[in-house]
């Protein structure tokens, strides 16, 4: 995730401050890592540094300044350009559930890869059930929705893929039995 970019969509929609973005990032972006305040804080001073974002107001009501900052132009620009620019597939497949199924069916036992492979999928639809609720709920935001659906529909392809994996290693177990 590009937090530069989510910074300069969030300010957008209007000029705010940096606790201002911090929430909104949070509300907006729910299931994502939540970003720290000096990540924000750090990320405007660059933002303004290279021309993205200027000050716009200093308010010190009973508490610390508070600054905020608006888009200017090339901060525009440089958002639309990052929009328009197309997130290329990635070229490689790295995750801890690859590994440990690729480790798992390495071990020479074929139980302890099955047993893997069904606690997993196990994990995985719960983690799905749950998801699926906490969307359905009258309080869902749409953010929270399309994060909720964007998490289902990964743990659902990793469940297909589970699936298959448990189909070839019982093929393989009846090959090597044979």
Sequence with gaps: ????????????????????????????????????????????????????????????????????????????????????????????????????????LLIDDPDRARRYLGAQRAAHAARIRELTRAKTTAEATLGEIVAADYAINHLDADLRWLDTTVGRVADLHREVRQ
């Design 1 to 104: 995730m590009s937090t530069v970019h989510v910074l300069l969509g969030l300010l957008s929609r209007g000029a705010r401050h940096g606790y201002e973005l911090k929430r909104d990032h949070d509300q907006r972006l729910p299931r994502a890592k939540p970003i720290a305040f000096g990540q924000v804080y750090a990320t405007l001073g660059r933002l303004q540094r290279d021309g993205l974002v200027e000050e716009v107001e200093r308010d010190r009501a009973g508490g610390p300044d508070r600054t905020s900052y608006a888009l200017t132009d090339a901060g525009r620009d440089a958002l639309a350009g990052w929009l328009d620019t197309i997130e290329p597939p990635a070229p490689h497949v790295a995750s801890a559930l690859l590994a440990k199924v690729v480790v798992a």
